[in-house]
């Protein structure tokens, strides 16, 4: 089911990678061309996501289920946005978080595990805290369109968590994998240019928040 799902996902996803850059109408018809192979890579990404997502919360609730899904269309969406044009726009990291904290609450109570809301709420605080001081330190090293988004995958890292240290020590781990990831690729680019380039740091974080959420349980076991 989520493979399937993930076919009208990914085309919406690819317009919004079309459309959201350039603050072009999102629900124009588009014109009946072969699918370019930026299209093809949103397609593809899209439908990987969301079969991992469909293995790792095979025992989750459809709600919880579709809550990920959710984030995982929006962070193939802004990865992609976010290689070709640095950046990350609010188009779509405000209305997913706007989407996301209502859901998350009303998941989460339905589920009768009500406490679950606090500590996404935390994770959320968490990753936007520690990613926004780094912004006041070096607004041009971590931009706020990256705070914004961090804001948003808290949430969702710090949902899966059973307690606050729980909670906490996903957001590091997302952190610290996003972190070391785009540090290694920005020391190669940095080589390979033989000159100090910006690079898109967005990617990297989204990285760590995906590879996080599949490997929640392994991190912090229940």
Not at 10 to 37: H, I, N, Q
Not at 50 to 60: D, Q, S, T
Not at 79 to 106: F, H, K, N, W
């Amino acid at each position: 089911m989520c493979a399937l799902l993930a076919l009208p996902v990914g085309w919406f996803a690819a317009v919004l990678v079309e459309r959201v850059p350039d603050r072009l109408p999102l629900f124009t018809p588009r014109k009946p061309v072969w699918p370019s192979t930026r299209d093809l890579v949103v397609h593809i990404l899209v439908l990987v996501l969301f079969v991992l997502a469909a293995i790792r919360f095979a025992e989750a609730s459809v709600g919880e289920l579709a809550a990920y899904l959710l984030l995982f269309a929006a962070l193939a969406a802004l990865t992609v946005i976010d290689i070709e044009c640095y950046r990350l726009p609010d188009r779509i990291v405000l209305p997913t978080l706007a989407v996301s904290v209502p859901l998350v609450a009303v998941v989460s109570l339905v589920d009768g595990n009500a406490d679950r809301i606090r500590f996404a709420i935390v994770g959320g605080a968490v990753y936007f805290g520690f990613l926004f001081v780094a912004h006041l330190i070096s607004p041009r090293g971590m931009g706020f369109g990256d705070v914004k988004l961090a804001a948003l995958m808290g949430l969702y890292v710090g949902w899966l968590g059973t307690t606050y240290t729980q909670s906490f020590v996903l957001v590091l781990w997302a952190m610290l994998v996003g972190f070391l990831s785009g540090t290694v690729v920005g020391i190669v680019l940095l080589v390979a240019r033989r000159r100090n380039r910006p690079f898109p740091f967005g990617p990297f974080l989204a990285l760590g928040t995906i590879v996080v959420v599949l490997l929640s349980t392994t991190i912090v076991p229940s």
